[in-house]
């Protein structure tokens, strides 16, 4: 019988290379299930919610029209986008993406400071959808509007 220089008590390992290759693996797997878990909120949170696709121009109904008129700001459809359109202070139609890029709330138009303001976390945004205050990470969409509130008034997407 010869002592094992390893294990001079002379005792038998407790854990042989199998098992711990296995804990090994069991332990590098669940770290990187636990920073899954950690880390997708993380990036939802700082990644503003897409622009989607679908039709590419849309014309205001009368009644749209007459919702600009009088409460200042309309929502309607753009394929399966929502889109503010509002008549700004100096009278000119505007169109911006109505999802909020923070967490993606529906913004409303404020006549009385001529801003957009999402009610959500307080995130403003100047009348050409760029971020004034608040958490939103990143400017709205901006829409192409063209027309006025009397004749035909089309939104579309920049470039469609
Ligand atoms: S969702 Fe608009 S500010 Fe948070």
Avoid at 52 to 69: C, I, T, Y
Avoid at 127 to 146: C, D
């Amino acid at each position: 019988m010869s002592a094992n220089p390893e294990n001079p008590a002379g005792g038998t390992d407790a854990v042989g290379p199998g098992r711990r290759r296995l804990l090994n693996v069991l332990l590098g797997g669940s770290f990187l299930a636990w920073a899954a878990v950690v880390i997708y909120p993380v990036i939802r949170y700082l990644r503003p919610p897409a622009e989607s696709g679908g039709a590419s121009e849309s014309a205001l109904s009368d009644e749209d029209k007459h919702k600009v008129q009088e409460e200042s700001f309309v929502i309607i459809r753009l394929g399966t986008s929502r889109v503010i359109v509002f008549q700004d202070s100096q009278g000119k139609l505007k169109a911006l993406s109505a999802v909020c890029t923070h967490e993606g709330c529906t913004v409303t138009y404020k006549k009385s400071e001529d801003l957009i303001w999402c009610p959500c976390h307080n995130g403003k945004f100047t009348s050409e959808g760029r971020v004034i205050s608040g958490p939103p990470p990143k400017p709205l969409f901006a829409y192409q509007v063209t027309g006025d509130l009397v004749g035909t008034v089309t939104v579309s997407r920049q470039g469609a």
